[in-house]
């Protein structure tokens, strides 16, 4: 009799994790559609920032059907589903920023002005990437 009871008390435990996790607002995505090219990383520790010149060949594709490909030195590097998560959630006090997932993984807070894309890590001292559109 315990057995059984232990089987429906964990059934119901998962059962209620699932119910109760919530995924936020997903946003929709036409203006991320495209390709980005980094341009400047800074941050980390030493607070250091690099600047990229124009067709370094680290860019972001992001597609209308929410896939997209990354690429460092021209190299295909990442790939898969990606999703904008509106206010979704913030360590360092970036309440009102969207969250940008790749592959169901936190890919960072995005800020996204016109043709310009920041993507920052949602810990203190963490990098902040800035692309821009091609």
Not at 9 to 21: E, K, N, T, V
Not at 103 to 120: A, C, I, K, P, S
Request: hydrophobic share 40%; glycine share 12%; charged share 15%.
């Amino acid at each position: 009799m315990k057995v059984v009871m232990k089987k429906y008390l964990f059934l119901l435990f998962i059962l209620f994790i699932a119910f109760s996790c919530k995924k936020g607002n997903v946003i929709p995505r036409a203006g991320l559609t495209g390709k980005w090219e980094l341009r400047i990383t800074s941050g980390g520790i030493s607070g250091a920032t690099t600047n990229y010149a124009a067709g370094n060949g680290n860019t972001l594709q992001f597609n209308a059907d929410s896939t997209f490909a990354q690429y460092q030195n021209f190299h295909l590097v990442n790939q898969g589903t990606y999703s904008i998560v509106k206010n979704g959630g913030a360590i360092i006090g970036l309440t009102n920023q969207d969250a940008l997932y790749y592959n169901h993984l936190f890919g960072g807070v995005m800020q996204l002005n016109d043709n310009t894309l920041v993507v920052r890590d949602n810990v203190d001292d963490g990098f902040i990437s800035t692309y821009v559109r091609q």
